[in-house]
């Protein structure tokens, strides 16, 4: 028995040994493989930088070969006379002279109207002549009968009787006639007096009876001429009345 445990374990002992041996080098293969994957792997990036800057080279080589063929097309179709060019060469020189009237015309056009705008108030009706304008037609409006007047003789007694020539003048052209009588003072200028509102009415009494000069009324007149819309004072430069009054 003792001799049969000898033989076998020599045997194992034999068969252990040469298990060793291709398990180390199993070990050995592997960790050599392992070196080289590390080792590639470590040079990845470096190979993937030079792959992009060789494709970047490539890249602006193809760019700068495409300038120059299309820099040599256009040369070609300019030679040629096919270029297309910018607008105003697309023109022409009969389409660049119409271009330039037409412009011209419409600058013509436009400063002829601004200078029209600017120019039509001094030339046309200034804004006194609009007021006195927009009166005159007010007084055409007026009704001769809703006006009462009042009537003084401004002469200092030079002129007896004549502010009731006045007065019925006035009564002929249809007005209404209130206080007539001598004025306190003498007015070396005939005028037309009118209260508040009454302007336009004022106008239309002193063209009756020829006197064109208007002004509001004054408080010693309104007192003398109590309750008239206007009062006609008849100044010493008075004229003979209208032949139709």
């Known amino acids: 028995m003792t001799d ?3 033989t076998v374990g020599a045997y194992a002992g034999l068969v252990a040994l040469f298990g060793l041996g291709v398990l180390s080098f199993l070990c050995f293969s592997q960790a050599r493989d392992i070196r080289r994957l590390r080792e ?12 992009r800057e060789v494709s970047e080279i490539v890249a602006e080589e193809r760019s700068q070969e495409l300038r120059v063929l299309a820099e040599r097309e256009e040369r070609r179709l300019e030679r040629a006379g096919l ?3 910018g607008f105003w060469d697309r023109l022409g020189r009969s389409g660049r002279i119409i271009a330039i009237v037409a412009v011209v015309l ?3 056009a436009a400063a ?7 120019l039509g108030g001094d030339s046309g009706t200034s804004p006194n002549q609009a007021r006195k304008g927009a009166a005159a037609k007010k ?8 006006i009462k007047v009042g009537v003084l003789n401004g002469t200092g007694g030079a002129e007896v009787g004549l502010a009731a020539e006045y007065a019925d003048a006035l009564n002929k052209d249809g007005f209404t006639t209130g206080v007539v009588t001598d004025a306190t003072e003498t007015y070396t200028e005939s005028v037309v007096m009118y209260t508040d509102g009454n302007e336009a009415a004022a106008k239309k009494v ?3 009876i020829g006197i064109s000069s208007t002004e509001a009324m004054t408080p010693d007149v309104t007192t003398l001429t109590s309750g008239a819309d206007v009062t006609v004072v008849i100044g010493t430069d008075h004229g003979p009345l209208p032949s139709g009054g």
């Open 112 to 118: 002829a109207w601004a200078a029209s705008s600017l």
């Open 40 to 51: 590639w792997a470590g040079g990845a990036p470096e190979r993937d930088a030079e792959v």
């Open 106 to 108: 419409i600058l013509g």
């Open 206 to 208: 002193g063209k009756a």
């Open 139 to 146: 007084a055409r409006n007026v009704n001769p009968s809703s």
């Open 4 to 6: 049969v445990i000898q």
């Open 83 to 85: 270029s297309e060019g």
